[in-house]
């Protein structure tokens, strides 16, 4: 895969921060700076394996030897253990992602006591999101947190995209979510908003389709999950 291709790939331009790296490291980070110009990783560390170095770039991660003269994508697995050592590294990565987000940069349905956060990146005229959000108070009534991020899959200047827009700009964009959700017409709006650095994120988390819900854990659920079964996954993943 050609380096451009590689960056693309990856969606990481809104997601990078830079970091202070050791004097081992160096090796690394320079090759990464003439390989993908402009791109600071946020951590490079070492692996269990020797000479081969983890690097996070937002979401995302892959592996460097430590001469940073070659690059390898895909999952770390511990055999002994049976345990695979990329995951755990790219859910933290995707949390830290939705957190650079903020949640004044998301529409918020809050239950009266929040026991489980769960982002749902939702397109206004996608079918299971729609049967989502009717659920709405089934989530909330199980004391699941619903954090919602844009990502309207026909793409920016859509009829969907516009419609984002329109609710992130209403006066009340919970209730503009609601109505807009239920097939009913919105004025049309403009103001600074944050539906394309969504739809970056959603990109680099490797969404296709939606409703995608990613677990406050980190985990990806891709498509419409109803209430009951959310609330024991969601359980499940708290206690391990």
């Known amino acids: 895969m050609k380096l451009s291709r590689f960056v693309v790939a990856l969606g990481l331009s809104s997601f990078l921060a830079t970091t202070v790296v050791s004097a081992d490291q160096k090796s690394i980070r320079d090759a990464l700076k003439q390989a993908l110009p402009g791109m600071e990783p946020d951590s490079i560390e070492p692996t269990k394996i020797k000479g081969l170095y983890e690097v996070m770039l937002g979401p995302k991660l892959f592996y460097v ?106 006066g009340n964009r919970n209730e503009a979510l609601t109505k807009a959700k239920k097939g009913e017409s919105l004025p049309e709006k403009t103001c600074e908003n944050p539906v394309s650095q969504h739809m970056a994120l959603g990109s680099a988390l490797g969404a296709s389709g939606t409703p995608m819900i990613v677990t406050d854990k980190g985990s990806i659920l891709p498509g419409y999950v109803p209430a009951a079964q959310l609330s024991q996954l969601l359980s499940h993943e708290n206690k391990a």
């Open 65 to 170: 030897s430590e001469d940073g003269s070659y690059l390898i994508q895909g999952s770390l697995i511990d055999i002994k253990a049976r345990r695979d050592l990329t995951e755990p590294r790219l859910a933290e990565g995707r949390i830290n992602a939705l957190n650079k987000v903020g949640t004044a940069n998301m529409i918020v349905f809050k239950p009266q006591t929040t026991k489980y956060v769960a982002y749902v990146f939702t397109d206004i005229d996608c079918g299971y999101c729609r049967k989502l959000h009717s659920e709405i108070k089934q989530y909330l009534d199980a004391g699941i947190e619903i954090r919602y991020l844009f990502f309207p899959r026909a793409g920016e200047d859509s009829e969907s995209y516009k419609k984002a827009v329109s609710v992130w700009c209403a």
